[in-house]
């Protein structure tokens, strides 16, 4: 199989990275997602926990704006770590085969001649119970979390990427993961990737 990426971006609950993990062994290549901020906290001196908030954080906080009107600051520390997990997220491509979930991922590799873009969704009513089961939140932090995760998310590629997740236009399969549920999900999409990669 000729070398190729798939880049992985979900709604909160949808269960996207659960399958980009059984994609990846499925695929027998790698899978990169929390790593990346790891490794670009480390390259940018940050601590971990500070640019997990930074990339985590929606531009459009009232805490934020209010510290750093200007753009000063948490601003620039986000587009410091953007730019650090850009470069992370190009060499990992150029190095091999692998599946990346978020971090405008699809953005950055858009050029790659070997992509394939996915965006993984499920009714609301799926997530919360996928948060409230498998996550073991209560429902209210269950439907707290959908909201204001999905809502970074958004802020955050449309702030780099300069469109939403699951934007058609810049994404090639949207799936909702409820249909057939995370083992047969990440089987039906590895199968997709096999036959148009060979």
């Known amino acids: 199989m000729r070398k190729f990426h798939v880049t992985i971006n979900r709604q909160f609950g949808s269960l996207g990275r659960p399958i980009a993990q059984r994609m990846a062994e499925q695929l027998n290549v790698e899978f990169y997602d929390r790593d990346i901020i790891e490794i670009a906290a480390s ?34 520390e986000r587009d410091t770590l953007f730019q650090a997990q850009r470069q992370i997220l190009l060499n990992l491509a150029d190095a091999r085969s692998c599946i990346l979930v978020g971090r405008c991922s699809d953005y950055i590799l858009r050029h790659a001649e070997h992509l394939v873009r996915i965006f993984i969704y499920a009714p609301y009513e799926k997530r919360l119970k996928n948060c409230t089961e498998l996550l073991h939140m209560d429902g209210a932090e ?21 469109y939403k997740q699951g934007d058609f236009r810049h994404t090639d399969i949207l799936i909702d993961s409820s249909m057939l549920g995370v083992e047969e999900t990440a089987k039906f999409l590895s199968n997709m990737i096999i036959a148009k990669f060979g």
């Open 43 to 76: 390259q940018t001196g940050l601590p971990l926990k500070r640019a997990s908030d930074i990339e985590e954080s929606a531009s459009k906080n009232q805490f934020l704006q209010m510290c750093f009107p200007l753009g000063i600051g948490s601003g620039n």
């Open 142 to 162: 269950a439907d707290r979390m959908i909201k204001e995760v999905d809502a970074a998310r958004d802020e955050y590629q449309l702030q780099y990427a300069h």
